[in-house]
């Protein structure tokens, strides 16, 4: 699993982690989770999802845009935008606002704009505390407002809340100046969604083979190996094999952090051909050589050789 507390109903990572769909009231499409995941594969669904960084950092993957979220930092991800979080500090702690946007109901017209019919939302991705002053504590205090009523359920809390969303959407409209570039390729079309589910599909079973290339997986996609690599940073941020990289060194946190097992044996289960080609990866990726990660999130004192 990729997450601590979001619920098992959000992903499950031996399925479909790239597809999430978790069961929102029809009535009051809306939930917020706290949690301090640190690695989040690439995944999409229809919702909105807001991401408030309250403590730590960690690099978030939007579309064809990677983003370094500090503490205090809040990003706005659109429905189907493929996003996916990855090295997260062992401190971070994160609030997730997830909602459809029929929240808005009669209103949701106004959420997109006249000619681009690009989503209003679409306008800003990240509310930095020490960037954006006024508009981000005007934010910042709205979320915290959420935050409080889901949490207290007060008589009205539904009421409050969705009155809170339409002043975001109102920030959005009023505050912050229009873009009409189209997010585009960002943006997960029909087609896409089933040749880059071919392409994680794979990965995700195959990961810990370390004969995988652009080229095996180009053809599985059923792209030539220039349109897939293009295809593939395009939607990602991340050329194939930086990504399958940082995928790898996901999985070895995983086990570093939950297993007993050696160093040597997690490179090799995750697909790494030699230990030095792992050591220099998961050092570039997480900052700490594998064996002072283990220690740092387990405790682990065994020195391995």
Sequence with gaps: MYYTDFGQDYVDSDKKPWYQKYPLDPSFPFTLFRSSFKIYPFHWHKYMELVNIIKGRMDISIGSKNYTAKEGDIVVINPDLIHGYYNGSDDVYVLVYLFGPELFEQ??????????????????????????GLLYSKVADILRLIEEEFFEKKEGYRVAIKKHFYDLALIYLRDIPKNHLLPGKAKKTNSNFQILERILSYIYDNYDNPEITLDSVAEIACLSKFYFSRFFRERTG????????????????TLLSETEKTVIDIAYNCGFASLKTFNRLFKLYTGASPTAYRITSMGYTNQEK
């Design 107 to 132: 209103s949701l017209v106004d959420l997109y704009e006249p000619l681009s019919k690009m989503a209003i939302f679409d306008r800003k991705t990240v509310f930095a505390q020490n960037d954006d």
């Design 238 to 253: 991340f050329t194939f094999h930086t990504y399958l990289s940082r995928y790898r060194i996901s999985k070895a946190q």
